[in-house]
């Protein structure tokens, strides 16, 4: 199974090994797409896409993602990134330049519940989500037999509000061994410290079990059920100090009615979250994401 994985990720870097990807946000003013269009004709890259949004009713912001190829790429990876240098401080840019073939390497995070990490799993295995899954770490046992089953090292380390600055001690120093990009929290049933947020800016996607900001906290599907609600959903986001307030990155929903009970709704939700979280993670990868404050641009 895995080298069947492996041999997916090697083609796939084979077949990007030219292709590079700006994302960029900045003050909208005139000339921006054409400095940009003719930095790349001086390398000789294609424009493969182009997505770009403006708030000029707004605030003025410009927001771009460009996907290119370039002959040259390989070699010439540096100095192109070096050289944007100058027309991103001519337009204010924040910006970066990432490369497809660079798989970014992520690390989920899980408790009992495996209906989201099952999913993440399956996409990986048939090829829809490109990334390296080098480590899954739980505060329970249940994820064990089906991580090992991929050969993905799997870590145990009990949690609690009572050792929780020491379990996520340990939890940094195993992400930082194995060089983890990207933290997804597949219904991990634990709250995060500041400190460790604050270490991974937009770099942890959490699902959430309702549509947010409707029902926030645990618990969500008994106060939905409560409520007669004809609607529940689920959300995903990157994490931040706020709780499930972070940056909203995808959302779907269901209708549901009096013939659902909890346990049916759960069921539902299930569903929902398994294919909303899958997307995230897929366009995060994929460099579609650019975060402005406590929103998502998704190209």
Not at 103 to 128: A, N, P, T, Y
Not at 183 to 201: D, G, K
Request: a negative charge.
């Amino acid at each position: 199974m895995t080298r069947d994985i492996d041999t997916q990720l090697q083609q796939y870097k084979i077949q990007r090994k030219n292709r590079g990807c700006l994302l960029i946000r900045c003050p909208d003013q005139p000339g921006i797409i054409a400095s940009i269009s003719r930095f790349l004709f001086q390398y000789n890259a294609n424009i493969i896409e182009s997505s770009q949004y403006s708030t000029n009713h707004e605030s003025g912001n410009f927001f771009i993602r460009i996907e290119f190829d370039c002959p040259s790429l390989p070699d010439q990876k540096e100095e192109i990134k070096t050289r944007f240098l100058g027309i991103a401080e001519k337009f204010s840019m924040e910006w970066k330049m990432t490369f497809p073939s660079d798989v970014k390497r992520m690390s989920i995070f899980v408790s009992k519940e495996l209906h989201c990490i099952r999913e993440l799993l399956f996409e990986w295995q048939s090829g829809d989500l490109m990334t390296d899954i080098v480590l899954v770490i739980s505060n329970h046992e249940d994820a064990r037999e089906l991580v090992e089953s991929f050969d993905i090292p799997f870590v145990h380390i009990p949690a609690s509000r009572e050792n929780r600055q020491d379990v996520e001690t340990h939890q940094m120093k195993l992400l930082e061994a194995y060089a983890v990009e990207l933290i997804v929290l597949a219904r991990y049933m634990q709250i995060l410290t500041p400190a460790f947020v604050e270490a991974n800016p937009n770099r942890i996607i959490n699902i959430h079990h309702s549509f947010l900001p409707a029902f926030v906290g645990a618990r969500p599907y008994d106060r939905a059920y409560q409520r007669g609600v004809k609607l529940i959903g689920a959300t995903s986001h990157y994490v931040t100090n706020d709780l499930d307030e972070g940056p909203i990155i995808e959302q779907d929903t269901m209708r549901v009615d009096h013939r659902d009970n909890i346990d049916g709704m759960k069921k539902i939700g299930r569903s929902i979250e398994r294919s909303v979280l899958a997307r995230s993670v897929k366009w995060h990868l994929e460099d579609r994401i650019i975060v402005d404050g406590n929103k998502t641009i998704v190209f």
